[in-house]
Structures are given as structure tokens and as C-alpha cells.
């Protein structure tokens, strides 16, 4: 049993963080696409950072660094140059896997995975089974209810719900909704850095191409999924987790009877669930946003 | 016509800015900027048979991004050309395994059937979950990516694998040479042929029939073509199944043209290029076409790249992504500048 | 309570420009303190300009604001608000997924971090102080429009505010509504705050305000002037200015709400023609977009106009979304031209000679970013197969001569419907919508936002129609217009006709069915 939950909280945990992500950018109007591109950055960052400093806090300091020019430059095009956010956010995926695999050719001159030669923090002995698991997943359950609270217990947190769902209406008490999209952006580029770290620094240490595999794009589901609210995104991010977990438990239980190339796709199966299921209980996802741009009439 | 002049002006400005941030990009990883872009020039356009080797990787892209127009157009984020483009070249690659030994006469046109069937029956599941109860297209179809890829190596490693194959890459039993519509070098009569087809046929579509006019309406406002009583509901699976069809069409020209067969992962950047080539163009099927020679161009000169230049393939991506940041921004600035070039002949 | 100063906002010689619309032009004008100010004019007038401008949320192009005597730099409404400005919005500024607490908190000062019940119960009592019977815990979208109203005059008193600006607050309100806000009002001017009251009803001026400015065409064309020394016909020329002297005067008067209108309309024999549109005992489905009907009952006969009024949001839109077959009949019968058409689609029904006139011109009626002949031309579309072929140049052909017919003021077909003025857009619609095969119209607040040109345009374009012989349905919510174009009246309330009224129309029974009081 322990090796299950081990397995879900390992793969969980970048999801929530990039979860997180998604619901402040959500939550201040923004459809944020870009995480997939972001986490990607700060796992890249952390693993070539350890190998070329020796040091974890720095190398994470750095992604969340790069990470956070990377939501500013979202930002910039979103905000001022009014571009579709969806495209956008595409474009700037593109930019982190392909900028993630020049980095590695550069510095490496080849494209095989890069292995560092130390991992995220290990949260020690005194947990037992779970003992080999990162500070981040620990740190985890905190960092969501600090999200809740600065969310939906404080002034900025309604006056940022108030820039994504009615932008007139925060301009009429004085919010500058373009200034919240800013700080939005901007943390959630930090929790998409310790997503990708996690990802990559957490347990294996090992940094490879494209290695996020769409694992922002589900952290995006679950955004939807969760209604935009930081637990039931949190949740849905597991549930994500745990339907992957329930993929590799199944390859070992029937071995090749089920090939195990489509038990991998069973996350991406229960993505499109999670985001059909909540069309389906709260109406179509896309009437809270706008973001089509040039496509739709304002 | 002068606000297409405007619009192509704000095209290549964004572009430019895309291209400088890759110029910069470039340079911090230790690769010369300029020398960089004369590469890729060079590379895309300049070099012997260049353009042959262009319209080799720009005659599938065009068909595909023809596809994502019409989606898009409608008002339908339909991101999933890559995996329609997977699954049509899945079909096609069965239906020749199945009827190994017929004539080719018969076996290709049935391939194609089955590639184009295929491509439109990925889009269609997205299409129903959208129209049916709202669920976002764009997460769907991106899923759709990720199942589709994850197929391909199931099929390229399971049920269809070359046995004889070696390397890591694993890759389908070729296809016959009589199932095969060109040379690995991608350019015959066929695909030509077929790809002015899908163009006029796409352009007729778009501009000279209800539908077209109707999607487009219905893309840019849903609502206003509801209370005039149109049924968005069939508009919109038209959409869906005309975008997979061609991504799938695409999928069965690269299996049973330049490619022979199929292997894990192969072009994976067809179907994001194809969305920024009909972005590119403004959504127009003329402006397709020749965007599609320019991303062709690039495509070509992402094979040349590390052979040649020593550059990482990836220096591709990295353009087509800043392109695709910046494709649909918009800005005052840009407009005035626009419109001060436009000034001279236009009255009104 | 210290005595106000004499002057509390002076503004001097505003200009504020959207592109290349000047909205205001050299607006220089003083309120005095501790009085009910009315700012007048028709829709583009600047009215809305103005109050935003005060208010900080539009920066002038130039000029000078001082409140209180203290200078502020235009364009921030954190300075505003600190100054004691605050604007209470004509469509609300209320996010409608929060609540009414979260709602005042979001504006508020102090109290960053809470919890539900702390916030709850400090605003629950700002809320009974000034006797806004709302819940806190309340969520904004579940709310009336008059309780909206009353959360938003309670956020913009969650700080001092010594000057309160209220846009158009009456639009939204019935006659006894109206009433009841204008009671607020002074019980607020005794409290020493000064108000300024953006209105277009001259009756509504001359009961409320101490003075009246008017705004014509950006420019301030007088004010402010003591309220008492003014009388309606001097106002009313003030507001239509010189162009509107075509304007015959039964409809200037309606159009400036300068009389409690008593009109006998205009066909009050009795109509026996058969029956274009009947509802008999319509239930529709709940869907979130307003209430359902229940039980509604409305006949329509060809050649009279059928004015639907009532509070905003009481069903009207549900009605015309039945009668348009965008919402779920549940039961009853709906019959058009003596057809059963209770489950046929709206283009079954266009073809028996249906057409409609939408509530929001630019979301429902206009594709603003799509060229004017699309716009023009989807009807003739949908009235094909999907596949068939069109000729665009006939198309815009046929869109040029409609267009000549209806006078629309445009420069090519090929233009974006969104480039056009308000007036322009609604007469491109009518040019789509009233051609000779119509005979039932439906016409859904059809003069809304427009001035006072395009609104007696519109509703001549009705008579016309009417004279023709169609049916007209004619949803409104001011009722000095429905009482001078409608033939008969019937109310709604609570997704209810509760009353039905033939002319002469009087405003006080009417306004008061509105209230749901004869329900």
C-alpha cells in the first residue's frame, strides 16, 4: 500500500504545483496554456543547474528565476499585446521545450538526459516508508492552503477574482486588473518552477527531453476540472495521479496481456473525462473566459 | 484588399519581433544569431533543390493547416491536427498491411478512404464532447495528441512492427513499392495533384458556400448565428470532421509518400506547425498556401541544420514558437504604422 | 456634522476623447454641496463620460478636476475615491459570483485577512444600517435588479463617500422602484452627501434634483439651473436640441419622459384580425438565463403592436427566447399564424414570417468583427442547404439596395458591422429583419442606447410595420415609450403576465403591476 500512495504523491505533486499555477492565472482571467512550457524551464533549470553550481537551492532559485521572466514575457503578450491567450500559451510551451532541448545541446552537446549528481532535500528517515520523498511533496499540502487563504480569505484574493470575472468592476474600486494579471503570472511561474523540480529533482534526478510529457497541460485540466478553486484543483490533480498510478500497477498485475503503451494513456483518458465531466455538471468551460482575440467579436 | 494589406504588415512586424527574441535566445545558448538565421535561409531556400525540398515538407502542411482553417474559422480550437494525422496514417498503414498483394489500384485509393475516415473520427470524438456538453476542445484534442503518439508506438511496436528493424526507433514493415505515391523525396504528380484539389476544393468551401460564410460568422459570434436559427451543432461537426479528414489525409500522403511507413513519433511538430501556418495566414486558404511554403522551407532546413551548420533541430521549434507567441498580438503602434503605408490609396 | 463647502467638485474645461469621438467637449461646470444634482441628455449625450471621468475610470484628454477643493489628477479612481468620489455603475460593477459581503469587502479598506462569518457579520450590519434588506451571505447573481441596485449604492458607502454619482439609476427600476430610490436619495443628501443624478426622464428630474445641468452632444449646453425655475417643455428643447424639430410632438414628449404619459395610442378599435402569435399557458424549462415563464399566456394579432413591459429581468428575455425557440417549452401551446410550432426550430418558424430584433445588438444581433454583408445576409443563408453555393456579388448587391432603402449610413459592405454607430447598427438589423416576408417581429428593447434620432427612427419602423399588417411584440422597460408606440400593454413579473392593459394607458396602475402588486 505504502508504495502506491508513495507513487501518487510523486507524481501528484507536480501536477498540484502546476495546478496552482493554472487556478491564480484562472482566477485573474487568464487560460494559461504556457504551464506545460514553464515546468519544463524549472525542471530543465534544476537539473543543469546542479550539475553546472553543485548547488540544489541555487539551481531552484534560478528555475523559479527563468520561470518567473517566463510568465513576464506570457504577460507581455497577453496583457499588452492583447494576443489569444490560448495560442499564446501554446507558443510559449514551444518556446520552453524547444529553448529546454537547445539548452541541453548547447551546454552538453548532445541530447540525451542529463543526470545530476543531487536530488530535492529527502525529507528524512523520520517518515518511515515515505522517508525518500522530496521537501517539495511535503511542502505540498501547506503551500495549497496557503494558496485557499490568499485566494479566497483575502482583499487581493477577491480583488484578483474580480480582475478575471469582471475586470470593469475591479477598475471601479480601484484594482488595476493588467497589475494583478502581472503578480498572478509571476507566482504562478514560481509554482510551476518547484513543479518541474519536483518532476525532474524529486526522486530521479534526471533531466530529458519533453520529459513533462503533457503533465502541464493536465495540470490545466485540472484547473477545470476543480471549478478554478485551489482544493478541487489540488484534487483533481491527484485523482489525475492516481488514475496513473492505477496504469503502472495494472502493467505489473497483467504483464503484456494489456500492452502497456495504452495503459500509459490512461491519465490523458482520464483528463478528457475530468474535463468532460465538469461541461457536463457546470456548463460549457469556456463562457467564463474570453481570450479569443482577433477570432471572436469583444 | 487594404485591410489585408494592414493585416499582412502586422503579420511581418510580429514575426520580425518573434524572430529577434530567437536571435537572442540563440545567443545566450552560445549560437551566433546572425549566422543562425543565414543558415536557416540558406538551409530553408538557398541551397540546391531547395525549393523542391520546401514544397516536399509544404504540400502535407498545407493540407493539414487547410483543416485547421476550417476549424478554426468556426470558432473551434481544434489543436489535435497532430494526433488526426497520426491516427489517418495508422489506418492507411492497416488497410495496406490487410490487402497486401492487391493491385495497387485498388489498395491506394481504399488507403486513402481509410487515412482520411481515420483522421475524421479523431476529431470526432472531441467534436461530440464539445457539442454534445461543452467540454473545452482545446484539452481534449491535446489529450487526443498525447493518445494518438502513444498509439503510434504501439502499432510501430506491436501489430505492425518491422520485424527486421534495428535501432531504437521502432518502425512499421515498409510498404510495398506499388502502394507507394512518390519517392522519399515527397514530390509527385499524385501529392501535387492532390494538394491543388484540397486547396480549390477548401477555397470553394470557404468562400463560395453557406457554409463557409456561416462558419466564419458563427466562429467570430456564435451567439448572433443562434438567434438568427442556425444549428451551431451541425456547422460545428462539419468543422470537426473536415479539419480531421485532412489532418488524416495528410497522414496517409507523409505514410505512402516520402515515408514508406511509419515509426514512433515521426514528425512530431506536423500538426503545431499547421495551426501557426493557418494563423499565420490570417485564416485565408490562399494565404495558407503560401505560408505553408515558408514553414515548408523551415522544415526542410530543420533537417539540414545539424547536419550542416552544427545547429540543434530544436532552433526550429524555438522560431515556429516565438511565432506562434506573438502571431496573434496586436497593438495600436503596429496598426498606425499600418495604416499610415495605407493611407495614400484609400478614400474612405 | 461639519457644514459642506460651497463647491465640492469643480470641473474645468474637460475634454475627453475615445480615438477619434470627442464625448466631451470643454466641460467646465461647479456642484455645490449637500444638494441633489441631475445631469441630463440623450444616450451619447456624455452623460456616462462625465460621471466616469469624475469618477477616475476615464482620463481627460485635458482640463482640470478639483473636489473639495483639493486638485486631482484625472484618470485614477484610487484618488478619486480618496477624495470621497464614488460611482454607482448603470450596469452593476458586481461580480456575480461573489457575494454581497465579498462584494463590499473588495472595495473596502482594512481587514485583508478574514474569515466568512467575521466578513459576513461586519457587513450584514453596514447593510442594515442603511436598510438594504440583502442578505450578506448572499450570492450577487441570485439578487433583483433593485436589490443589485441597493448592494451597489451599499459599496460605494463602504467608504466615506462625500460624493455619490448614480448612472441612469432609474433605468433599471419601476415607477414605484424609481420612487423608493429617489427616497434613499435624500435621506442621503441629509447626511450631507452631495449627490449628481445622471438621468434622461425629465419628469424624474423635476421631482428629485435641486439642479439640472444638460449635456448635449459632449458639450454642456446649460446648468446647472435651479430646478424649481424650470419647466419641461424649456428642458425638453434643451435636451432634443435643434435637429429634433421633425420629431412630432406627441413622441417628443415620450421621448424625453417630460409628461406622466396618458396617451390613448394610436389603433384602439378593436382587433379582430386572426391572431399572428399565440401563447397559450407556456411553462419553460429553468436554464440560468433569467426566470422561466410559467403559465404565460399572449395573443398577438396582426396589424397591432403588443408592448411587453416590466422590471428588467422578470422574463421578458425568456419570452423572447420561447418565442425565438432558444429555450425548452415545457408545456403549453405556441402558435404562429395558426400553426402549432411548440417544437419547431426557429428557422421553421423565420419561414412562416417570424423575425427578431435581439436584445443585445452587438452580442445577439451583429457579428462586429464579421464585413456588414455577412451580417446582412445570414438569414438568406440559413434559409439554404449547408452546401450550397452562393454568389457573394449578389449578396452585396442586394445588401446595398436594402441598406439604401433603410437610410444606413456606411461606406462599403465590406466594412466591420462594429465600425458603425449605434443608430447605424440597429438599422442594419432592421434592414435584416423587416423585409416583406415578415409578419410576426419581435422587437426586444430595440431603441436601447440609441439617441433620440434613432430611437423615433425605430419606432416609426414599428408603426410602419404595423401598418403593413404584422404583429409586433414590443419588449421595453420604459414604459413612456411602450405607452406611445404599444397598442396594448402587458406586464410581466416573476416570469408571469400578471396584467394586461389597453389604452388609455395610465403610469401609476402600470407602474405598480410592475411591482408585482396585482399578482
Redesign the interface.
Known sequence: MDDIVIAILRSGTPLVYVALAGVIAQRSGIWHLGLEGLMITGACATIVGTVLTGSVGLSLLIAILLCALGSVLFWLVVEILKANQIIAGLGLTGLGLGGTSLAIQAIFGSQGAVSAPAGLPKIGAAFGAYGGLSVLVLAMPFIVFLTWVLLCRTRFGLRLAASGEHPFAARSVGAKPAVMRLVALVIGGAFCALAGAELAAGSLQIFSQNMTAGRGFMGFAAVIFGAGHPIWATFAALFFAIVGAIGIRAQLVFGDRIPHDLLLGLPYIATVFGIWLSARLRGGARGATGGFGELKDP | MSANFSAIIRATVFIVIALVLCGIIFEIAGYPGIQTFDAIIDGAFLRRNALEHALRWALPLFITATGVVISFRAGYFNIGAQGQFYVGAICAAFVAEWLKGYPGAVVVPLCFVAGTAGGALWALWPGLLRLRSGADEVITTLMGNFLAGLLLVYVTAGPLKDPSGSGQQASSRPLEAAYRISTSNGVSPTIIGIAIFVGLAMWFLVNRTAFGVLSGLGGRNPTMVQWQGASVWRIGLASFLISGALAGLAGTIELMGPNGRLAGGFLPAHGFTAVLIALVAGLSITGTAIAAFFFGGLASAALYLPVIAGLPSAAIDIINAAIALFITAKSRFVDRLANIWRRPWTTS | MKEPPDVVLACRNIYVTYGEVVALDDVSINFRGGMIHAVVGQNGAGKTTFARTV???VRPATGSLEINGRPIPGGN??DA?SAGVE?V?QSF??????TVA?AM????DG??????AALERRWQAHLDALDVKVRAGAQIRSLTVEQQQAVEIARALVTDASLLILDEPTAVLSPEGADKLFERIRRLKERGVTIILILHKIREVLAVSDTVSVLRGGQLIDGPLPAADIDAETLASLIIGPSGRAIAEEDRNSLTGATPPTTDGAATTAVTSAPMLSLTNVTTLSD?DGPPLDSVDLTVHAGEIVGVAGVEGNGQRTLVRAI???ADVASGTLEIDGHDMADS???S??ALGLR?I?F?R?????????PLW??W???R??S?????????DGLRRDCRAAFDDWDVRY??V?QRA?SLSGGNAQKVILSREMDDAARLIVAAQPTRGLDIGATAFVWDALRDARQRGCGVVFVSSDLDEIFDVADRVVVMFAGRVVAEFCAPFDLATVGSAMTGAQA
Open positions: 469618477a477616475g475610470l479612481v484610487n475615491r460611482l455603475h460593477a458586481l461580480p456575480p459570483s461573489f465579498e469587502q473588495f472595495g473596502a481587514g485583508r485577512l478574514y474569515t466568512r440560468g425565438s425557440a432558444l426550430s426557429l428557422l418558424r423565420r427578431v435581439p443585445e452587438n452580442v445577439e444581433g451583429l457579428s462586429l468583427t464579421s455577412e451580417n445576409s445570414v438569414g443563408l440559413l439554404k442547404p449547408l452546401h450550397a453555393a452562393i454568389r457573394p461606406s462599403n465590406e462594429g
